[in-house]
């Protein structure tokens, strides 16, 4: 049984103050041991949030980081400064970080090499445009993802490691995918895993949804068969993540 997991993708929000405000607010109620709560926030938000949530069952995640391990890479976060920051989890392939911070799918790969030979975990977002669901391209799109973005990683480091599908067109509209379109792809990218790996493998890795989840949809969309959680954006910044959690 796949244990379900809950992350807050808190984007490029919430100041130091902020942040720490806000997991004061949720922390006690979101530290549940039912599912994995994982807060991914700002680089400049890790370690006060790390620090915060210490006595909890909460896991911090960063948003993004290089794949290289230290050197003349001016702006860029490295995972072994994370790991030794304390971070667990990294989104990478945000479809915002491949729209606007030129991510393919070979330096997602990197990414998710890198993460894992630091033992950080990668939380790997794949996601269609509406013009390729349209098209009925929809999963050779995110086969394509999938595939790219776990090449040459092994079975045993694939079982940890979390996939969000995330489609383009319900980030942030409040056009949430329903749950038969999400549960529909979601099974698709556990047949992939499978043709990758093996079943028993692609049984272990857990597939989020994310795209307007929030308090109303969470329950229904979480109880699919493949979706295991999901990646929440605008409402993890409010204290309705906290209902969220609780949905599982
Ligand atoms: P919203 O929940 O705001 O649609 O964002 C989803 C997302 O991009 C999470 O990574």
Not at 14 to 26: D, G, R, S, Y
Not at 136 to 154: E, M, R, W
Not at 171 to 197: D, F, M, P
Request: aromatic share 8%.
């Amino acid at each position: 049984m796949r244990k379900k997991i809950i992350a807050g993708n808190w984007k490029m929000n919430k100041t130091p103050m902020e942040a720490l405000e806000l997991v004061e607010q949720i922390k006690d109620k979101c530290n549940v041991s039912e599912c994995d709560v994982v807060f991914c926030v700002p680089f400049i938000d890790l370690i006060p949030v790390i620090e915060k949530v210490k006595d909890t069952n909460i896991s911090v995640g960063a948003q993004n980081m290089y794949f290289e391990d230290n050197g003349a890479y001016t702006g860029e976060i490295s995972p072994k400064m994370l790991k030794e920051s304390g971070v667990k989890y990294v989104i990478l392939g945000h479809s915002e970080r491949r729209q606007y911070f030129c991510e393919t799918d070979e330096t997602v790969n990197k990414k998710v090499k890198k993460a894992i030979e630091y033992g950080l975990i990668p939380i790997i977002c794949v996601g269609e445009t509406l013009e390729q669901r349209e098209k009925g391209v929809t999963v050779d799109f995110i086969n394509v993802q999938v595939k790219s973005a776990l090449y040459n990683v092994s079975k045993e480091d694939a079982e940890n490691i979390v996939i969000a599908y995330e489609p383009i067109w319900a980030i942030g509209t409040g056009k949430t995918a329903t749950n038969a379109q999400a549960q529909e792809v979601c099974a698709e990218i556990r047949k992939t895993l499978s043709s990758i790996y093996d079943n028993e493998t692609a049984d272990k890795m857990r597939i989020q949804y994310g795209g307007s989840v929030n308090e109303k949809n969470a329950k229904d969309l979480f109880a699919m068969g493949d979706i295991d959680g999901g990646l929440v954006g605008g409402a993890s910044l409010k204290a309705e993540f906290i209902d969220i959690v609780k949905s599982i």
